[in-house]
């Protein structure tokens, strides 16, 4: 069945030091991906998605591009902030019509300090 | 537009006790979601709703019924609270011929 691996947190990282969080998944077909940011004590929101092979998604200063060769869609952004600090989704549409259904990874906890 | 809201906020039960958490979105949308957030265990599924009239289970439903009670609204019902389903719950909402979903902030819920 169709999953979603991303890499394990919590990760930690210094003010404008450069971000990569790692994510594969296995499916058939061509799902959409999708990025999600849950900030301290709220709901999940959408940072980006690309719903094709080599679309790029891009929101707030971070990327992340389909690799249908790689099964990879990994989250980047070049100079993070304090306020980045979240817990990072990925996640793939299955498509199946109206039944259509996320699936998702266990998330990756992001820290920056000042 | 108030997206997708949720009450009550947090909770706190006794095991065995009952409780309904609502669910209510403003923006149309066909399709709702019921899902619990677990430490390490990332989101899972309990309930979705495709269109008014319509439920079906997700990956956990076991303990849990929903109702869609018309197009806007979609409650969670703990018939009797058990310590495993102390978690937080999100409920989401996705309009038709679309992908994302839209969550509302949560209910932290206890139960001892």
């Known amino acids: 069945g169709n999953s979603v691996t991303q890499m394990e947190g919590p990760v930690t990282l210094s003010e404008e030091a450069f971000l990569t969080i790692n994510c594969t998944y296995t499916?058939?077909?061509?799902?959409?991906l999708f990025w999600y940011v849950q900030y301290p004590g709220e709901g999940l929101q959408l940072l980006l998605k690309?719903?094709?092979a080599d679309d790029k998604g891009s929101n707030k200063g971070f990327e992340a591009t389909y690799r249908k060769e790689t099964t990879s869609f990994h989250l980047e952004k070049g100079s993070v902030q304090v306020s980045d600090s979240a817990v990072y989704f990925c996640?793939?549409?299955?498509?199946?019509?109206?039944?259509?259904?996320?699936?998702w990874g266990l998330g990756t906890s992001l820290a920056v300090n000042p | 537009n108030a997206g997708v809201t949720q009450t009550p906020k947090f909770q706190v039960l006794k095991t065995g006790q009952s409780m309904t958490l609502q669910c209510a979105q403003d923006?149309?949308?066909?399709?709702m979601y019921w899902y619990r957030q677990d430490p390490g265990m990332g989101l899972r599924l309990i309930y979705y709703s495709a269109s008014e009239g319509t439920t079906d289970k997700g990956e956990v439903p076991n303990g849990y019924n929903v109702s869609r009670l018309n197009k806007r609204e979609f409650s969670l019902r703990l018939e009797s609270a058990a310590p495993s389903q102390t978690s937080v719950y999100f409920c989401?909402?996705?309009?038709?011929?679309?992908?994302?979903?839209?969550f509302g902030p949560g209910t932290r819920l206890l139960v001892l």
């Open positions: 923006m149309n949308h066909n399709s």
């Open positions: 989401a909402s996705r309009g038709l011929g679309g992908e994302t979903q839209y």
């Open positions: 499916a058939t077909g061509y799902p959409s």
């Open positions: 996640a793939l549409s299955d498509n199946a019509g109206n039944n259509r259904k996320l699936i």
């Open positions: 690309a719903t094709k």
